[in-house]
């Protein structure tokens, strides 16, 4: 692997939570991040430049919650996530050429072209292919749970949510069982206060997605997803129970997401005031100035950097990568192929 | 092509329902990973399922491989398919396949997407039972809806009519990689049954030696050279009745029961109607985009010039079911239908 590919490395180098976050890792937390920002803001580059085929929805502004929460699991222990994946994936340790490969349809993709990105994921490092269905990976999670709890593991498995999908009766389902089951899952609602152009407040009476926790018996908080911090604390006191035993718990974290739902995307349906208020939040600048009195600018600087060479080389790789072959459309879906030829 | 060899006459014989829970214990003794999941399956004092297929095995294997959940078929589905994920092999239950339609997100979606979605890394080695057919309760709980699952890429769809195949087939399903939906008629579990299909005898012979039956092999259960007819479930037995009765009329039906309808054993029907020249298709799905319809396809593409008469299907009227009786018997094909079907066929 070239110099660059090891440098943006986005995987968690230990998961244990700690108390003390100190000044080094918070550092990472902090390249861990930009990764994800810079990701998709270069991805949404080339995807308008016609490199990236497909559709993307993109996580700028929630990059805090996919690496506070991730930063606290194992490479062992699993997540399911959503249409907006991006920022999921790199944070639980997909390979970063390998996912660029996979958005740009190529053969070396984590999929090997046949998820894209609303499909990302890769199981060695635990992740499933991400599930595009809203409120689909609620159900399946609960599956992860109990064949950890079946074979006396010790894994966690976190689902990744937006509050939209909290109204899927899918969500019901999937909490009301992993409580009663005792499963050890968290469930992590990125509440971005958007489905797409719908307001929450217009699709519910309830503003916080935790507060219907106590209904199903299992714990619920609220948590600034702004913070990565306070994500990666919330979250550590979850993982922690849900590893010991104690059952599922019902993170929701405040975001905001910066971009549009998907491309193309003017978000006419909100204010530009709200997204300044927001953006005053981001949680990058904000770790960043609170580094500043531990780290000088400069290391942060060559930080970027890195992150930005990184980026170079995973896209320069994914346009170096071969198409996958036609015919491989063809396997997979089954253990054993069964196609069938068209008669025409 | 597979012959189905009669029974030796004091052989052990059993029902679809006893056949089941043999192979549903063999595989739980053979490989812990086999688990069960379902609505009303292990509660102690309670029905052992649906139909009593579980009866005795929560005493056997414990409450920790026997899960029953909340009336949540959505959860239950996706807990098999994420368990499946992780290396389990869960054989999940439905009660009634008209709750089908509660989890098609997991099933067809999620489970039969998720191979093919990670590039081949990932498995879904899951069973989900479903009990399918009339049997007088009306529109919302005695559908056949494995048709709809036919058209789904990535599934596996499975229909037994006997105990001996039901048996092997569920054994190949439980160790099979891949997500197979497992449709049981419900007026075939056992001595019910036996009434209600006209007091035909509907236990087979089961070895007590350890077999399997591939998933994805038809089964030619009775040779003919008149006419084939390809039927499952009850339509299967009304087949063979028409079949006694037309031998009479010196018709000799081939009847084939095609146990596994994706993926389809094109050959073995194939080779029939090559051999007939006349085939005739009977289920208790409906007619419109039933599985007949991709089969009749199938051999027009490939048999057309050893057909001597059109195609015949004999289906569910297309409409809900009804439960007054009369009008029950009405919509599901019957052995009149069947044998007139046949007749005409013949005549063609
Ligand atoms: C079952 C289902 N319904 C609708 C959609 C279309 N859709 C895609 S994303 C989206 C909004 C989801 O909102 P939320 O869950 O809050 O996630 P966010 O996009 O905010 O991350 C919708 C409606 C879908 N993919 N799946
Ligand atoms: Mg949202």
């Not at chain 2, 829970?21 to 509660?43: N, Q, T």
């Not at chain 2, 559908?143 to 105990?163: I, N, W």
């Amino acid at each position: 692997m070239s110099d660059g590919a090891r440098v943006g490395s986005a995987e968690p180098d230990s998961a244990e939570l700690t108390a003390d976050v100190d000044a080094t890792r918070q550092l990472d937390l902090y390249r861990r991040m930009q990764f994800i920002r810079r990701f998709e803001e270069r991805v949404y580059l080339l995807y308008l430049q016609g490199e990236i085929p497909g559709t993307l929805h993109q996580s700028q502004g929630q990059e805090a919650v996919a690496v506070g929460v991730c930063d606290v699991l194992r490479r062992t222990d699993w997540i399911t996530s959503t249409h907006r994946p991006h920022g999921h994936a790199l944070a639980k340790g997909v390979d970063l050429r390998s996912a660029m490969a996979e958005l740009f349809g190529k053969a070396t993709g984590c999929c090997g072209g046949k998820g894209g990105s609303m499909h990302l994921g890769d199981p060695s490092v635990g992740m499933l292919p991400a599930i595009a269905i809203v409120g689909g990976g609620n159900t399946v999670v609960t599956g992860l749970g109990l064949a950890f709890k079946l074979m006396r593991t010790d894994q966690v498995a976190v689902c990744f949510f937006g509050e939209g999908a909290s109204n899927e009766g899918a969500f019901h389902e999937g909490l009301n069982f992993a409580a009663v089951q005792h499963l050890p899952i968290v469930f992590a609602c990125e509440n971005n206060l958007y489905g797409a152009s719908t307001p929450f407040h217009q699709v519910s009476l309830v503003p916080d997605v935790a507060s219907r926790a106590p209904a199903y018996g299992v714990r619920g908080e609220i948590v600034d997803g702004m913070d990565v911090l306070a994500v990666r604390e919330a979250a550590g006191r979850a993982v922690a129970e849900a590893r010991a035993g104690a059952g599922p718990v019902l993170l929701e974290f405040k975001t905001y997401r910066f971009a549009g739902h998907s491309r193309g995307d003017v978000k006419g349906y909100r204010s530009r005031e709200e997204e300044a208020e927001w953006t005053a939040r981001d949680p990058i600048v904000r770790l960043r100035e609170h580094l500043a009195s531990a780290v000088e600018e400069v290391v942060l600087d060559a930080m970027d950097a890195q992150v930005e060479a990184a980026m170079d080389d995973a896209i320069e790789f994914a346009r170096q990568s071969p198409l996958p072959r036609a015919e491989d459309a063809l396997t997979d879906a089954y253990a054993t192929v069964i196609s069938r030829e068209t008669s025409s | 092509m597979t012959v189905a060899a009669a029974p030796a006459v004091g052989e052990r014989r059993l029902t679809i329902a006893e056949a089941l829970r043999e192979a549903i214990a063999e595989e739980m003794r053979h490989d812990e990973k086999v688990f069960l999941i379902g609505e009303d399956i292990g509660v102690p004092g309670g029905f052992g399922g649906a139909f009593g297929v579980y009866l005795g095995l929560t005493e056997a294997f414990g409450h920790d491989r026997i899960i029953d959940t909340p009336i949540s078929e959505k959860a239950l589905a996706g807990a098999a398919v994420g368990a499946a994920l992780m290396g389990m092999r869960p054989i999940a239950d439905l009660q009634y396949a008209d709750f089908l339609f509660e989890c098609m997100d997991e099933l067809v979606n999620q489970a039969a997407k998720m191979r093919y979605m990670s590039n081949g890394k990932l498995s879904v080695p899951m069973v989900l039972r479903c009990p399918v057919g009339t049997a007088n309760r009306g529109a919302q709980h005695g559908q056949c809806p494995e048709s709809y699952f036919v058209h789904v890429p990535g599934l596996k769809v499975v229909c037994v009519s006997d105990a001996y195949h039901a048996k092997g087939l569920l054994k190949s399903a439980v160790r099979d990689n891949d997500p197979v939906l497992f449709f049981e008629h419900k007026l075939l579990y056992g001595s019910k049954g036996r009434e209600q299909a006209g007091g035909m005898d509907l236990t087979a012979h089961v070895p007590e030696e350890e077999y399997f039956f591939p998933i994805g092999k038809a089964v030619v259960k009775r040779e003919g050279t008149s006419v084939t007819v390809v039927a499952t479930h009850m339509s299967f037995y009304r087949s063979l009745a028409a079949a006694e009765e037309l031998a009479n009329d010196g018709i000799e039906c081939e009847v084939i029961d095609p146990l596994t309808l994706l993926p389809f054993d094109d050959e073995t029907i194939f080779a029939s109607v090559r051999k007939t020249g006349r085939l005739v298709i009977a289920h208790e799905d409906t007619l419109t985009g039933g599985w007949g319809a991709e089969l009749a396809a199938r051999v027009a593409e490939e048999c057309l010039f050893s057909l001597e008469a059109p195609i015949r299907r004999v289906t569910s009227h297309d409409v809900p079911l009804p439960v007054a009786p009369v009008m029950e018997q009405t919509v599901v094909p019957s052995t009149a239908r069947i044998k007139a079907a046949i007749q005409r066929c013949c005549e063609g």
